[in-house]
Structure formats: structure tokens, C-alpha cells
């Protein structure tokens, strides 16, 4: 027995070498729990680490004061509809560049990738310059305080002004997903990541030369850190090192294949401004009850993404896979890869929901000693946990409809779950009903069980084998 247990701690940590150090596997053959296994890890490390962004923000900020975190609140509010165009180019590019990779055409997938990094450029400095000219316009019409605008317009400014960061960051590690390196976008974020969590400390709080700035200077430091890691992404892109080589003579317009990608990206940042325009509302809802009430919230939701991200990597996994084996013309295997990744991922967020169950208010109180900002984000923690099985199932399906180039279908998903059901339910419920912010906190919940459900029942018709991209 004790050389059984040896040899099953030796065989995990040798996959685990492998998922973050050794080289690209095959996917489209072989075990699927051992290719899910290979790219879920480096995926959820990669999830992880761009959930530390928000986590030691929200540390260092939660020290300068209420309105500091409101401010991130309200800006990142906004700041997700850049992330929607930016995710769902992510998903055209995942989709295409996987197909690419399935098919044995490394150079089409590269021709690909790089009509990607053409259009998010293009999109990023037109946002930039609306966030650089109108960041108190942006506060104000979330609901802002005048004394919160004042204090804080500049963290919108710069995150807003400086986002292509976010969208190359995003597309980039997209085309490694896509080819399989998942490893490579894992230590692109690992690296924003850690100047992250050193520069934040200075620009807030100041160090030397460099005077304290507040929430202003959480932005800088998030700004740069990503900024350095999309350097070392094109590095990576142009020295051979990955699956995938994008040179300048690539960086050149190619219509039939950028019209193909912004074709399939439309679903998916359809999907997504749906998601995030119905994440402003309950926002703008959650504003209504105070700043403490939506620092609660902030820092519920910063929180519970850190702990979703596994599944989260875990559904980027099946993307990956559903779109590989589609390329090698293996539609069984794409579809069983999704069905062992779901049952893994609700398996986790089965744990991680008893564990918010009972400690929401403990996790809560290393951000904050105030206590309605702590009651209320318990609260809000608790009630979503109570879905999280159906939140981890319900991701990496849809994901793989992505994967299969079929943004459509969860765009539907999305515009039925939240517009329909979801905003008027937290509406009613909170101010109607009078139920308060536990009524925004009840329609997330429910709104996230039926995305999963409808997205099942969906997948097993299997329309999204037919998807050509």
C-alpha cells in the first residue's frame, strides 16, 4: 500500500512538472483526463494569477478608505465592457487557433493571431481616449458621489486610458491557449502579477521619491505590470519559443481571415456586453443603499471571482480541447472532454461553496474592519456560493460552445438569463419588494443555475459539432 501511495504522489507530481514546464502535448489523442489534467493546471495557475490583481487591490486599497473601493467598484464596472470586447476576441481567436492547430496548419493559426492583436489595437486606443477624456463623466453617470469622483476619476482615467494592456493581454495569451501552450500565457500573467503586488505598495502609499497617490496609484501599478507582460508576450510571439510565431510580416491586413475572426467575436462580445451592461445595473441597483453597501459588494465579487478561477481555467481547458479535436475531425472525443472537465469543475465549486457557507464573514474581515461592508459582502458571498456547483458546470459548457466557434448560442443563453430574468427580478426584488441588496444578491444566483441548465440541455443537442470556423 505505502509503495502504491509512492508511486500515485510521484506519477501527480510528474504530470504537474510536465503541465507547467515540459512541452506541448498532443490533445487530440491519447487520455482526455491526462489532456484536461495538462491544460487545466497552467490555466488555472493563469486565472489565479490575474485574480491577484484584484485581491491585493483590494488589500491596499481597503486601507485608504471607503471610498477607494467604491471607486474600483464603479470604474471596474465600466472597465468590463472593455473586457467583454477583449473576451470575446479572445474566444474568435481561441476558436480559430485551435481549429488552425487541429487541422496541422501552425501558420494559418499564426495569420490568425495576428489579425487579432490588429483589430484589439485599433478598439483599445479609441476607449483609451474616451477614458483619458471623460473619466468624471464615466463616475458620475455610475451613480458616484461628488466627493468619490473627485477623489478617485483619476484610477478611471489611467485604467481606462491605458487599456490596451488589459486587451493585448487577454488576445495574446488567447493564441496560446489556442495553441496549446497554456504555460506561456500562465507566466505572462505571473509576471504582471508580481510587479503588481510590489509596485502597488509604493504608488499607494508612496516609497522614497515616489509620493503616496492614493487609489491613483493602484492603477499605475496595474497599468504597468500588465503593460510588461504584454512585452514579454511579443518577445515569446517573434523568438520562436512557442507554438505559435507572429513576425511583422504577419502584422499585415489580412480581410477574409479578420472579417472570419470579428464574424465569430461578435457572439461572444455580444454575450458578454450582456453580461457585464447587466453587472453596471446591479451596480447602479447596489448604489442605491450606499457606498459601504457597494464596497461590500466590490469586495463579495472580487473574492468570489479569486475562488472561481479554477473552473474558470478549467473551462478554458475545454475550449481548447473541443477545439482541437473538432480540427482532427474528433467530435466524440471534443464532447467527452467537456462532460469529464464539467464533473471536475462542479466537484470543486462544491467544496468551495461549503467553505463561503460557513466562513463568508471571516474572509471578508481581512479586507475590511468596517461592518457593513462586511455584513453585506458576507452576505452576497453566502447567497452565491449556495449556486457554485451549477456556476462551475454552467462555465465550461459554455465555454466549449465557444470553443466550437458557436458564440451565438450563449449569446442567446445570456440575453434570455440576465436581460430577461435576471435585471427585472433584482429590481423588483430590491427596491419594489424592498428586499434590499439581498435581493440583487438572490438574482445573481438564480440567474447563473439557469445559464447552467439551459446551457446542458443545449449541449447534448449537439449543434455546435456542425460550427465551421
Known sequence: MSQTKSNLISRIFSLFSQALFGKEEEFTSGSIRKAVFLLSIPMIAEMFLEGCFALVDMYYLSQVGVNALATVGLTEAVVTLIYAVAIGLSMATTAVVSRRIGEKKPLKASIAGAQAIIVGSGI???LGIIGIIFPKEILSLMGAEEQLIEEG?????ILIGGNISIMLLFLINAIFRGAGSAKIAMISLGLASILNIILDPIFIFGFGPIPAMGVKGAAI?????????????????????????????????????MFNLVKISLGGIGQFLIGTSSWMFLVRVVSEFGSEVVAGYVLAIRVMMFTILPAWGMSNAAATLVGQNLGAKHPKRAEESVWKTGKYAGVFMGIVSLIYIFFAPTFLGWFSDNEIVVKNGALCLQIMAAGYVFYGYGMVVIQSFNGAGDTKT????????????????????????????????????????LIAIIGI???KKGKWKTVQV
Open 221 to 257: 501599478a496595474t497599468t504597468i505590470g500588465r503593460g510588461t507582460a504584454v512585452l514579454f508576450q511579443i518577445y515569446m510571439l517573434q523568438s520562436g519559443k512557442s507554438p505559435i510565431i507572429i513576425t511583422l510580416k504577419q502584422l499585415k491586413l489580412k480581410t477574409e481571415v
Open 410 to 449: 450563449p449569446t442567446y443563453i445570456n440575453f434570455l438569463c440576465f436581460w430577461v430574468f435576471q435585471l427585472p427580478l433584482a429590481y423588483i426584488t430590491a427596491i419594489w419588494l424592498d428586499f434590499g441588496p439581498i435581493g440583487v444578491f438572490i438574482s445573481i444566483t438564480l440567474a447563473e443555475v
Open 153 to 157: 476619476f483619476r484610477f478611471t482615467q
Open 124 to 126: 483599445s486606443i479609441l
Open 457 to 459: 440541455i443545449l449541449f
